[in-house]
Every structure is written in C-alpha cells, then in structure tokens.
C-alpha cells in the first residue's frame, strides 16, 4: 500500500478547461452579467459574480428517450396507500418520473447554468470590447519605452549580465583542446613520486617528478579561466512605441447636485478609474472638480470629500485646459475627457462653456464624454423635464462635432450599458 | 505524545479526528487484514492518494480520471460544481477511486480519521474488490492500461489542436462527445489497449492511409445506374453491400471512424479516443447500483468489526455509522429529496439481505432462493455475485420480496393514450415477481438507452446515411437534443443524414429526422 500526499500538486489543473468554458459561452456570460450588473455596486470588490446563461450554446446533447409519450412503466419506493388497479392523476412536469434511471448524466438538460466568475475574469469580460477611441497620437519617448531583448552572448559587457554557463563551456573545451591536466591527474602524479620516494627507486621517482613539473607548468600556462572564454549575455535595447494618453475626470460636486446624483456620477468615474488602470499601463488620470470654482484634486479627494457650492462648469474646463498647457502638450498626448454634471449652470456660463469646448478643448481632444446625472424621480415617470442649460449647450456641440458624445444617466443601472456605449469599440461616432 | 502515537490507549487504531499519515497506514493494515482473511476480498494493490477540496473538483470535472484532454465541456462541469459546492448546496464525495491498477483512492483532507476509515474499507477495499473481479470489468477494461492509454489521449489532442488549431479539434469531440453514448460495443471484446501499441498503431494507421491514398477515389466518378429491369440484382448488391460494411452497426462511433468517407486521420483518432472513454465507463454505468452496494456493504462490515474488536472508538464508530446511514438513505417517491432510487441504499439492502438468507433464511427465502438460502457461507455467495452479475440481472436474480416490502415498491403504469397512471403491481404475493422483472429493465442499459443503429448508407448514390431508432412501446426520441445530436453527426460524416423512428414490433415508421449534407 502507498500512501501519496497530492495536496502540493499544481492548483487549477482544470482553468485551462474553464478558459475554453469561458471562451465558447462569452457572449451568453457578457449578456448575463449586463443583467447581473443592474444589480450590483461599484467597487465591490472581493467575491465574484454569480452569472447564470440559457444553456443551449453550451448544451451537450444525447440521444435520449423523450420524457413523454409512449407506454411507460415506473418502479417506485414508499408505496402507502396503493393497491393494484388504483388510478392516480398525472403528475405535473414528470417529477415523479424517472424512477430506475441508471444514471444521473440521463436526467435533462437544465434551461439555465449558473456558475460563478472570479472578479478578474468578470473585469476581463466587462472590458473586453472596450476601448479608448482614437487612440492615435504615438510619440517615442527617448527614455521609458526602450526595451530590452535578449540578443544572444557577447565578449564585453558589465560583470552582472556574466554568463555562468557560457563561460564555462568555453572554458572546459578550451582546457580539454589543450589538455590541461585535471586535478586528479596531478594528485596521481604526486602519489606516483611519494610511493617511487618511499620504495626508494630513484629512477622513477625523477622520472614520475619530471612529469609532474611539466603538468604542474602546464597547469599554470594554461589557466582555468581565460579572458577568452567569458561571455556576457547580450541585451539590446529596442525601442517601444508608447502611446501616451490622459483622462480628465470633471466632476460637479455643486449643492444642486443631489447624493443620489453625486453617487451616480462618483460611479461612472470609479468605473472608467478601474477601466483605464486595468486596460492601460500609461493612462496619466486628473481629477478635477468643481463648484463654482474648480480644483484638481487626488483621486481619494475625488471620490470621497463632500464639499458644496455653487455652480460654474466653466471653471472645470479652465481648469483643465490649464493643466493641459502645464503638463500635457496636444502634440505628444492623447487627450480625453469625461465629465458628469447634474446639468445646472448659470446661464450666463454657457456661452462660455461653449466657446471653450469648441475653440479649445475639443481642438486637442481625442474624445470627449458627458454624462449627464438626473434625479431619478423626475425620469421614472414619463418623460424627463425639459432639458438643462448644459444639455442644450452640448446638444449643439455634439452636432458640430463628432470627437464629443453625451448620454442621460437617472439610474445606477443605466451606468453600465452607457459606459458600455461611450467606449464601445463599435461605437457610432455619428451618433 | 509520542507515546500516544505510537500505541493508542486501549489498542486503538488512532484517537481523536485528526489524521496523520502513520494512522492512515496503521487503519489500512487493520482493514486490509479483515478484507482479505474474513472477507475474502480480492484486490489490486492499492494507492491512496490524499488531495484538497479544490483537486477534487478537479477531479470531478474530469469525470473521476486523473488525466483528462482538455475541452470545454469540462471547465463547464467545474463551473457548476463549483457553484453547487460554494453554495453549500452540495457537498463533495469522500472519496473517488480510479479503476486501475494500483487501485488509485482519492481521500479528501478535511475528512476525520474515523471518515478517513471508512472511505479506505468503501473505496481501497470495496470497490477495488469489484473492480478486479467483476466480470465486465475484466473483460471490457484494461485496469493496467488505462493510465498509459489516457496519457497518449491527452498527448495526442494537444498535438492535434497545435496541428489542426483547437477550434476544429472542439468540433470533432463535440460531435463524438454528442454520440459517446451511442459508442460501444456492448457484445464483442475489444482489445486491450496500452501507450506504445497506440502509438504504434496510430502511426501505422496513418502510414497505411498515406500508402493507398487514391487522388481518383476521391473524386470517382458516379457508377452507372442500374437498369429496371435487375431490380433483384440491385437489391442482392446493396445487402452484400451492407454486410461488408458490418451494417447494421449499433456502434456509431465506431462505424464514424472506420467508414465516414472525409474524415481525415486525425479525426479518426480523435473519435476512437472518445469511444474508447466510452468503453471504459460503460462497465461502470451498468453496474453502478451492485458496485456502491458492494463498497458501502464492504465498509459496514469492516467498520464493525473494527469496533467489535475494540480497533476504533465508540466515537469514531458512530460518526462512521452516522455518515453511512446517511448514504443509504432512500426517500420515498412523494418526498421532497426523493431522485429515483439510491443506489447505494438499493445495493447495500440487498446484500445485506443475502447475507441473511444464507444465515438466517425464512421459509420464503427457502421457496425463493433454493439455491442459497442456508448454505451458511454468506461472504462466498456474495463474491460470486459480485463477479458474475450486472445490476440488471442482480436485480433479476436476488431481489427477495423481503427488500421490496422493506422499500414499499409499487409500480406505475403510464401510457399516454390515458389520462391517469394506473397502479400496476405492489409489493405483494401477486406483484412480487412483476415488480421485479420490471426493476431489473429498469437497470438494463440496453433499454435505458435508445436503440439505435446505423441500418443503411447508399455508398453508390448520395451517400446518405441511415440510421434507425427501434421505438419500444412507443417512445420516440426527444426532439431537440436529437436534431442537436444529428447536427454533429453531419458534421463528421459529411453528407446527408436519415433517422427513421420505426416501431421495434411491427417496423412501421413512426417519425423520420432528417439533416441536408453538410459542406
């Protein structure tokens, strides 16, 4: 008898089987979670999500007896009250069928599978046809794009890149080339001497010390390690496009704004936070917010301060071309933005938002989004209010130009399907 | 400490729930010593092997076998349970056991030693018994082999999927995924199969196809039709024909990968590797109630003498018992949990009570069962039933009257001419032999499983193929998984496809299903 202990074993020796469950039923899994996501919150983090899929892309069928029709008979345990010649009245739904079934495998096919998504595979398919658009402006940088590959061995180079292994191949053919003696052919040679020494044959013992002269001379001309034989290994830098982009979040955080709203708009941006740091390695994110006046802030500010006042979006958009002067030249960026509002705005201020969008910000901007936060009530029932100041002043934006998309967001569940349609890799750019 | 460890207070096997592998050992001894010398038992050496929850899953997904090709279908068999397992709904099997040899045991961590006991005697000992001496078992699978042959499996679809691209490798398991049950041989013996003769083999099957490659077979030319007038002719060349082809055939997988005219060798390969999984589960899907009542009678038998003898702790023992009365529950058909009849509960009563006829038999038994009542050797008449039958002919040949009035069996008639089920027979003198003649159908897999069988394909025409379902007493097939199925079977024999449901008594045809040629 053997007892092995199997519990060190490689983990996941099914995942790849899971990867291909996954690939064959994604686009059931991707309609699935959009359902699945109406109900779940921003930010959770930790559990996955629980999807379930109508199961006939992923169905095994078998040839098997209908589950009615025909003549049929049952063996069935736990008789109480029958006798022979009693008549019972169909059972709903065959639950009582089945009765000696070899096996379970023959039992139907169930409407719907349901299984659970680890977080990383549930973010993987939730990004998976997303992009930022146009990302078009590439600029090589002289420093963080260069890249190294291993380009094979050379005779010069730092002592850290030493190749072990080469080295000492070189080393070894060149020793046996010319036959160095090893170690033990001197330690024999020295036996030789100290045992014809001690037999007191002169004769030999000068023969057996001439011989282990010349191999101790040799030893010493031709030494264990050369110059010759050390190899480093050999990196070349290679140069690696970079895309550079950055995403200006502006957010509203004025009085008008209600939580409820705040919160739909916090969602939206932790949303495309979590897109863009996962999706892209060198996404440059601002946070800007605003009142009446607006600041860049961290992104722990951003998401979680409270902080009231009045309304001018302009300011937001100063702000921000502001930082885009300092910080990010048009030429080697790829500008984009977002930015959420609950709509209100001095009227005033309108006109100037709309120079500025047009004349300053959409010129050097890839894309730019916003979403636009109602009170739920004012939208579940019938049709919105009148549209706000900000809406009409984009609505002419948008026509003008097609770098700009605006959506209505009233609910957390329509955060998703329009996050989805603002970065969708199909998206309509005429729309 | 060590003082514990080494002897345990009273001659106990171990103490407490921990287990550790020296007690492991010191339990198997134990047991091993009274399966062989009291019990008789027969079996490969055993293996066993302690894993996680997680590889049990693992294991689970891919149906018990230790090494497995990859396919979705088995991640999808993870995914749900896992699911069921994470959501507490259903807990995992203490054990899985590989019919191979060495007997491999699959023992999960978490289980208490006196769990860890009871799963060595059910599955190191029980199962392993009926393994190497069931007659099925010995004449359809190669215990030896099959680890050697799962291997080459494994090896040759990833090389396939590197070759052919995973896409159209998933398309040819599949289909013979689709068609698995409908791929063995119920009657014949196939030969035993290891590493290097399938390599072997492999290779000079396609060494042979490269040989007698014909450019113009492939692209004959349509013979001439025949004239009118040798209609008799035709005919007698259409059965000489069919015999030549082996037809009818009731192995699809095995028609599929000798004769299917554009299946390319891989694809030949790769269906005779899903056959041959097929064949080493088909023993195991026929005897599944003899062989859970073998290993939990085994285990009850051995538990309790352990316990007699003082081995293991009235608390290791009750846990056991408490754990085993579970397993063979058996909910009655208007219960909640009640899912056909348990196997394990089914098989352990009966074995129990043939141990009771040939010890204690009544004059019922005596009528019944002549042959064995009394005879006073209870382990004797047990292993040969062990090796000599099939769940159906068990069922047939030791079902006692005494076990149907203990599950209180009745039988329902449904036809579906009518509009009520009409109770056909009980647990009484008139329906005693009724109830089990129709138990024992209940477990031929033969009628478990549709009839269906490749009748005819018109080589000399459009190579239709088809295929005939012997309805009995009526029962069509299910619809929408059939014309699934005959989907994936256009896809590996390339042109059309008939499937005629015909009555299994008066041949009239039922219902046709049809597939066009696919291209």
């Not at chain 1, 101790?216 to 480093?232: A, E, G, N, Q």
């Not at chain 2, 791929?183 to 196939?190: C, F, L, P, Q, T």
Request: net charge negative.
């Amino acid at each position: 008898m053997n007892v092995i202990d199997r519990r060190p074993n490689p983990k996941g020796k099914s995942l790849p089987n899971r990867q291909r469950f996954l690939e064959r039923a994604k686009h059931e899994i991707k309609d699935a979670m959009t359902e699945a996501l109406k109900r779940r919150k921003v930010g959770q983090n930790g559990s996955g999500e629980k999807v379930s899929i109508p199961s006939h892309r992923i169905s095994e069928p078998v040839l098997r007896k209908a589950s009615q029709g025909g003549k049929r008979d049952y063996v069935v345990p736990g008789n109480k009250e029958f006798v022979v010649g009693d008549r019972i009245k169909r059972p709903q739904g065959g639950g009582e069928g089945s009765g000696g079934k070899a096996s379970p495998e023959d039992g139907g096919e169930q409407d719907s599978f349901e299984f659970v998504l680890t977080r990383e595979e549930f973010l993987n398919l939730f990004f998976d046809d997303l992009e930022l658009p146009d990302l078009v402006k590439t600029k090589i940088n002289d420093q963080d794009s260069m890249q190294l590959v291993r380009a094979g061995y050379s005779v010069a180079g730092s002592p850290s890149a030493l190749s072990v292994k080469r080295t000492l191949r070189n080393s070894f053919a060149r020793r046996i080339s010319l036959s160095r003696p090893t170690p033990r052919e001197i330690a024999a040679l020295e036996m030789q001497v100290k045992t014809a020494l001690e037999a007191d044959d002169a004769e030999a013992a000068e023969q057996s010390q001439l011989a282990l002269e010349a191999a101790l001379r040799k030893s010493r001309r031709v030494p264990y390690i050369d110059p010759v034989d050390v190899r480093y290994n050999r990196f070349e830098r290679i140069p690696k496009p970079n895309t550079q982009a950055v995403m200006f979040c502006l957010m509203d955080v004025s009085g008008s704004m209600t939580e409820q709203m705040k919160d739909l708009a916090k969602r939206f941006f932790m949303l495309l936070h979590v897109f863009l740091t996962r999706r892209y390695k060198h996404v440059d994110i601002v946070f800007i917010r605003h009142t009446s006046s607006a600041q860049e802030v961290d992104e722990d500010t951003f998401f979680h301060s409270r902080e009231t006042g009045g309304t001018i979006v302009s300011t937001a958009l100063d702000e921000m071309m502001r930082v885009v002067r300092a910080r990010y030249n048009p030429d080697n960026w790829n500008i984009y933005a977002a930015q959420a509002s609950d709509g209100d705005n001095y009227t005033e201020d309108s006109d100037r938002c709309a120079s500025l969008m047009a004349q300053q910000i959409l010129p050097v901007s890839q894309y730019f989004a916003y979403i636009e936060v109602g009170a739920e009530a004012t939208l579940r029932h019938g049709y919105p209010s009148a549209p706000t100041d900000l809406w009409r002043t984009y609505e002419g934006i948008a026509q003008a130009h097609q770098n700009f998309a605006m959506r209505k967001v009233a609910d957390p569940s329509q955060i998703f399907p329009v996050f989805h349609e603002l970065f969708s890799k199909q998206r309509e750019r005429a729309a | 400490m060590s003082d514990t460890a080494l002897a345990p207070a009273k001659g106990l096997l171990f103490e407490g729930a921990e287990w550790d592998f020296d007690k492991i050992r010191r339990a198997h001894d134990a047991i091993e010593e009274i399966a062989l010398k009291e019990l008789g038992l027969d079996v490969y050496p055993n293996q066993i092997e302690v894993i996680t929850s997680e590889q049990m899953l693992d294991a689970y997904a891919s149906v018990g076998l230790p090494l497995m090709y990859r396919h979705w279908s088995f991640g999808k068999r993870f995914a749900r349970e896992d699911a069921l397992y994470r959501h507490g709904l259903q807990g995992l099997a203490y054990e899985i056991v590989i019919n191979s040899s060495p007997c491999i045991s699959y023992i999960m961590e978490e289980n208490s030693m006196a769990m860890q006991t009871l799963v060595i005697a059910h599955a190191a000992f029980g199962h392993n018994h009926f393994f190497k001496n069931n007659y099925l078992f010995r004449q359809w699978t190669d215990a030896e082999g099959i680890l050697d042959y799962l291997t080459f499996a494994r090896d040759f679809v990833s090389r396939c999927e590197e070759q052919q691209g995973v896409q159209a490798v998933e398309q040819v398991l599949d289909a013979a995924h689709a068609l698995m049950t409908h791929g063995v041989h119920r009657y014949a013996r196939r030969a035993k199969a290891n590493l290097a003769d399938e390599r072997r083999r492999a290779e000079e099957r396609r060494l042979h196809s490269e040989r007698t490659y014909d450019d113009l077979w492939e692209r004959v030319v349509p013979k001439r039709q025949a004239q009118d007038g040798d209609a008799e002719e035709v005919a007698k060349a259409r059965a000489e024909i069919r015999r030549q082809l082996g037809l009818p055939e009731e192995n699809l997988l095995y028609f599929l990968e000798k004769r299917a005219p554009r299946m390319e060798g891989w694809q030949r390969e790769l269906v005779r590797i899903v056959r041959h999984i097929s064949q080493y589960f088909y023993p195991q899907k026929q005897t599944r109630m003899m062989n859970e009542g073998c290993a939990t009678f085994v285990h009850y038998e051995i538990l309790n003498r352990l316990h007699e003898r003082g081995l293991i702790s009235d608390g290791a023992y009750l846990e056991a018992m408490h754990s085993h009365t579970n397993v063979v529950f058996q909910p009655e058909y208007d219960d909640r949990r009640y899912n056909g009849i348990n196997p394990y509960a089914l098989g352990f009563a009966m074995m129990q009570d043939i141990k009771r006829i040939c010890t204690l038999p009544t004059e019922e038994d005596r009528e019944w069962f002549p042959e064995i009542a009394g005879n006073g050797d209870p382990y004797g008449t047990l292993r040969d039933a062990w090796a000599n039958y099939r769940d159906e002919s068990f069922v047939l040949q030791y079902l006692s009257p005494r076990v149907m009035r203990q599950f209180r069996l009745f039988k329902v008639l449904d036809e579906a001419t009518q509009d009520a089920l009409v109770v056909d027979a009980i647990h009484d003198e008139r329906g005693y032999r009724e109830l089990r003649s129709a138990l024992a159908r209940h477990y031929d897999l033969a009628r478990a499983e549709p009839d269906i069988q490749i009748a005819d394909v018109d080589l000399s025409g459009d190579r239709r193929l088809i295929l005939r379902h012997a309805a009995h007493d009526g029962v069509l097939l299910d619809e929408a998984s059939c014309k699934a199925v005959l989907e994936h079977l256009s896809m590996l024999w390339r042109y059309a496809i008939l499937l005629e449901e015909v009555d299994a008594t008066t041949d009239k045809v039922l219902k046709t299903h049809e597939v066009a040629a696919h291209h």
